[in-house]
C-alpha cells in the first residue's frame, strides 16, 4: 500500500522484571520490580486511491449542500456581503496598504544585496541585509494577522464546515497502524458511519496514547489538503512542529 507519510509514537508501558539473587544461606532469591518502557508503534497515511477520492468529493459536495439547506452561507455570497460593507476600517486598510508597500520595498532592496558578488559586499551590506530581513519577517508576520482575520470571517460558510468534516471523512478511511509488517486500518468499519462510531468509542476512552495518535492523524491529513503536499521534507517539519505542540501541551 502506497503511503503519504508514516510515523512512530512510543506507548509507555509497565512490565514486571525479575532478577535472581543469592541471599545469606545461599537460596535464590527472585526479586520482581515493575519498570516503566516505551514501546514504539508505527502508523501511515496511506496514498488514497482514485475511487476513494471521487468518493471524498461526492462527500464534500453533499455536506456543502446541507449546509446551505441549514441556512450558512457560501463563501460567495460571504464573499460579497464583506466586500460591499467591509472587512476592515479605513485606517486598517491603510495599514495594511502600509504593511504591504515596506514588504515589497525590502524585497527589493533584499535582492539588490543577494545580486552583488560575495566579494562585493562590504560590512555595510551586512548590516543592512540584516535589517531588511528584520522587517521583511516583521512585515509578513502583521500581515499574517490580518489575512488570519478576514480568513475567520468564513469559518461559519458551508465550504468550511465541509472541509473540516471531509478531513474527519479522510482520516477515518486513511489511517492506518503497521503491526510486524501488517497492515491494519486504524479505525475499524465497513461504512463512515460505522468509523465514526468507533472513533467515538475511542475518544471516550479518554487515553491519552490514543488521544496523542488520532491528533497526530488530525495534523497530517488537515496539512496535506490545505498545503495540497506530499513532500516528505514538509511532512518533517510539520512532526517537529506537533512534537513542539505536544510538549507544550504535556508542560502545561
Known amino acids: 500500500m502506497k503511503r503519504i507519510h508514516t510515523f512512530i509514537i512510543n506507548k509507555e508501558i509497565e512490565v514486571e522484571q525479575q532478577t535472581e539473587s543469592k541471599n545469606e544461606a545461599g537460596e535464590i532469591v527472585i526479586t520482581?520490580?515493575?519498570?516503566?518502557?516505551?514501546?514504539?508503534?508505527?502508523?501511515?497515511?496511506?496514498?488514497?486511491?482514485?475511487t476513494?477520492?471521487?468518493?471524498a468529493n461526492l462527500y464534500n459536495s453533499v455536506v456543502v449542500n446541507q449546509g446551505l439547506k441549514s441556512g450558512l452561507l457560501s463563501v460567495f455570497s460571504l464573499d460579497k456581503k464583506y466586500k460591499e460593507d467591509g472587512v476592515f476600517t479605513e485606517e486598517d486598510n491603510k495599514k495594511y496598504k502600509d504593511l504591504c508597500d515596506i514588504l515589497i520595498k525590502n524585497v527589493e532592496e533584499l535582492q539588490k544585496i543577494a545580486a552583488k558578488k560575495e566579494e562585493e559586499k562590504g560590512e555595510e551590506d551586512k548590516i543592512k541585509l540584516n535589517n531588511v530581513t528584520e522587517e521583511i519577517t516583521q512585515a509578513r508576520l502583521k500581515l499574517r494577522d490580518y489575512e488570519n482575520i478576514r480568513n475567520n470571517l468564513y469559518v461559519h460558510s458551508a465550504e468550511y464546515r465541509a472541509?473540516?468534516?471531509t478531513i474527519t471523512w479522510w482520516v477515518l478511511h486513511?489511517?492506518?497502524?503497521?503491526?510486524?509488517?501488517?497492515?491494519?486500518?486504524?479505525?475499524?468499519?465497513n461504512t463512515f458511519d460505522d468509523k465514526i462510531k468507533f472513533y467515538d468509542?475511542?475518544?471516550?476512552?479518554e487515553d491519552p496514547f490514543i488521544k496523542q495518535v488520532i491528533d497526530k492523524f488530525m495534523?497530517?491529513?488537515?496539512?496535506?489538503?490545505?498545503?495540497?503536499?506530499?513532500?516528505?521534507?514538509?511532512?518533517?517539519?510539520l512532526d517537529k512542529f506537533i512534537e513542539t505542540e505536544q510538549t507544550k501541551t504535556a508542560a502545561s
Do not use: C
Not at 52 to 55: I, N
Open 32 to 50: 520482581k520490580k515493575k519498570e516503566k518502557q516505551l514501546i514504539p508503534h508505527s502508523f501511515f497515511i496511506a496514498r488514497p486511491t482514485r
Open 52 to 55: 476513494l477520492a471521487d468518493q
Open 163 to 165: 472541509r473540516n468534516m
Open 174 to 189: 486513511l489511517s492506518y497502524k503497521d503491526e510486524m509488517g501488517k497492515e491494519i486500518p486504524f479505525f475499524i468499519g
Open 201 to 205: 468509542q475511542l475518544i471516550d476512552q
Open 219 to 237: 495534523y497530517i491529513v488537515a496539512f496535506w489538503i490545505i498545503n495540497n503536499t506530499d513532500k516528505q521534507e514538509d511532512f518533517a517539519e
